[in-house]
């Protein structure tokens, strides 16, 4: 019966993608009254992410008695996140110089357009931590509602005994908050719906055919990433990458259709503990942060948009440049909020760190929503084998199997 209620779910939230775009492409702009079905997901999603960043974050680490088990997590956790963003971000550069996607589109920003300001080193280390209590309850706070649990989770740790009984009940309240996703996500298939009924009626085949090549380069080179790099890391953590595939469906579905990292996090942070065994303090951990630090998707958005808008106003990127352009699409996929279209914003540091005119993001603009779709996919699920690789490191082989457990 459980077994069942797994796929159905799964198999509803499919069926509710694809007749959304089904009724996207056969209504066209009408069909975008659907759209506050998905909106009303997101609401949902959103009301429950801080609380449940914060609360799964902090009972993570307040569990780690070890601290040099938690050193290893933490630092463990973002020198793989980097380096999987560097090498995303390196591997999208060859295509997006060969292939030449930005060639001959020859379109100019609107009159009047304003660029957003790119965010200086200063701010965004400065960002790590909040003006007042109160920012961390944002979902736009995410980063620094990070840092906050992973210091509460620290001093509760350092208490020991004194310390437990917080530590017992964060844990019971990281039960009570996965439950709590499991109720929402029954209204998940008919929130993708409306979504998907929106997005493919308002961008549907006319702009499929203007910007066909930006397209067709992004999600040929972004999922080829996204196959084989997370094959390796998963295969790394010696479990079966079919696993990992099959597991992560529906979080997939839910990362594409609402283009949040932060929304599917809860979904990911389930099927990471019931589906694949990560412990809990792994997935706790990992999965939280990754939502917010750690974006593939995005860092290879990063380097072809800005090669694009180079092309598009016919500069040359100096090869000198090459490695700038890498390293600081990385850092802008780490600076990137887990909302729909962060990564536009965050484009502004790419580009001017590129030299070129901020002026082009305006082009990326239109067709954002279907880059954002794929990027947010990969974002979301590139956390979850970075989870089984730690998993590998903190619990040796053949983690899967020891069951529940704490540090
Ligand atoms: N929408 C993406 C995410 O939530 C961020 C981005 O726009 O790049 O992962």
Redesign the pocket.
């Known amino acids: 019966m459980v077994q069942w209620k797994k796929y159905a779910l799964i198999l509803a939230i499919a069926t509710g993608f694809i007749i959304g775009v089904a009724v996207g492409f056969g209504f066209g702009k009408s069909a975008g009254v659907l759209k506050p079905l998905g909106d009303f997901f997101i609401r949902l999603m959103r009301m429950i992410v801080t609380p449940l960043v914060i609360i799964t974050i902090s009972a993570a680490v307040a569990q780690i008695a070890d601290l040099r088990k938690l050193g290893k997590l933490v630092i463990g956790t973002f020198v793989i996140f980097i380096s999987l963003s560097i090498i995303a971000a390196a591997w999208m550069l060859g295509p997006a110089l060969y292939f030449k996607p930005g060639a001959g589109v020859g379109l100019t920003p609107p009159p009047g357009y304003k660029p957003p300001t790119p965010p200086t080193v200063a701010d965004i280390l400065l960002n790590l931590v909040p003006t007042d209590f109160g920012n961390i309850l944002n979902v736009s706070g995410l980063l620094q509602a990070i840092v906050f649990s992973i210091l509460f989770g620290l001093a509760v740790s350092l208490l020991g005994d004194k310390g437990r009984p917080i530590s017992e009940a964060l844990l019971r309240l990281s039960d009570v908050m996965i439950k709590l996703t499991t109720i929402i996500m029954w209204y998940a298939p008919i929130g993708v719906f409306g979504y998907a009924a929106w997005v493919i009626g308002t961008y549907g085949v006319g702009i499929l055919v203007a910007y066909g090549r930006l397209l067709a380069v992004d999600y040929a080179f972004s999922l080829i990433f996204f196959f084989v790099a997370y094959t390796i890391v998963v295969w790394l953590s010696g479990l079966n990458p079919l696993k990992y595939w099959y597991a992560i469906i529906e979080p997939a579905i839910i990362?594409f259709s609402t283009?949040?990292?932060?929304?599917?996090l809860p979904v990911n942070l389930k099927i990471a503990k019931e589906k694949l065994n990560v412990p809990d303090y792994v997935a706790q951990l990992v999965l939280p942060t990754g939502?917010t630090c750690h974006?593939d998707?995005?860092a290879m958005?990063q380097v072809l948009s800005t090669v694009f808008i180079a092309q598009v106003f016919g500069l040359p990127i100096s090869p000198a440049l090459y490695g700038t352009i890498i390293v600081v699409a990385a850092l802008a996929?780490v600076a990137?909020?887990?909302?729909?279209?962060?990564?536009?914003?965050?484009l502004a540091m790419t580009v001017g760190a590129a030299g070129m005119p901020l002026e082009g993001i305006a082009l990326i603009t239109p067709i954002?929503p279907l880059l954002?779709m794929l990027?947010?996919m990969i974002?979301?699920e590139g956390d979850v084998a970075v989870s089984t690789l730690m998993a590998r490191i903190l619990e040796g082989p053949k983690w899967w199997e020891k069951g529940k457990q704490s540090a």
């Open positions: 990362a283009r949040s990292s932060a929304v599917a939502a974006m998707g995005t958005y996929a990137t909020a887990a909302v729909p279209s962060g990564g536009l914003l965050m954002d954002d990027r947010t974002n979301a």
